[in-house]
């Protein structure tokens, strides 16, 4: 059974950092992109950043220039940078892969979501 699991997140105040990492396991052939969500109280779910197998990077407009998405393809594993924090990036952050567990099985994998907190 494949899964996501998340590690990092907590409490930082204001201008702070922190890093969250996500590995994935199972038994499966191939993981196309990775990614991380976020969604906070009240609000949808939204993209944060996702990074392609070949390593294409894309992120939301919101922390351009403060998060880096990172990805160890032997491992299985992507990450968050997350610098300069905010307030507003309050959220339960989800990472997220498109993963084949068969060639004619290609679906998305969510992991079961980690708090981050920014105090002002």
């Known amino acids: 059974q494949v899964q996501l699991v998340e590690s990092g997140g907590g409490l930082v105040q204001a201008g702070g950092s922190l890093g969250l990492s996500c590995a994935a396991s199972?038994?499966?052939?191939?993981?196309?992109?990775m990614g991380w969500y976020r969604q906070a109280p009240g609000k949808q779910r939204e993209l944060v950043a996702t990074?392609?197998?070949?390593?294409?990077?894309n992120y939301a407009d919101s922390v351009k220039g403060r998060f880096t998405i990172s990805r160890d393809s032997a491992k299985n594993t992507v990450s968050l940078e997350m610098n300069s924090l905010k307030p507003e990036d309050t959220a339960v952050y989800y990472c997220?892969?498109?993963?084949?567990?068969?060639?004619?099985?290609?679906?998305?994998?969510w992991g079961q979501g980690t708090q981050v907190t920014v105090s002002s």
């Open positions: 199972g038994s499966f052939l191939f993981i196309n992109t």
């Open positions: 990074i392609t197998r070949a390593g294409t990077t």
């Open positions: 997220n892969a498109e993963i084949a567990v068969a060639l004619w099985n290609v679906r998305a994998y």
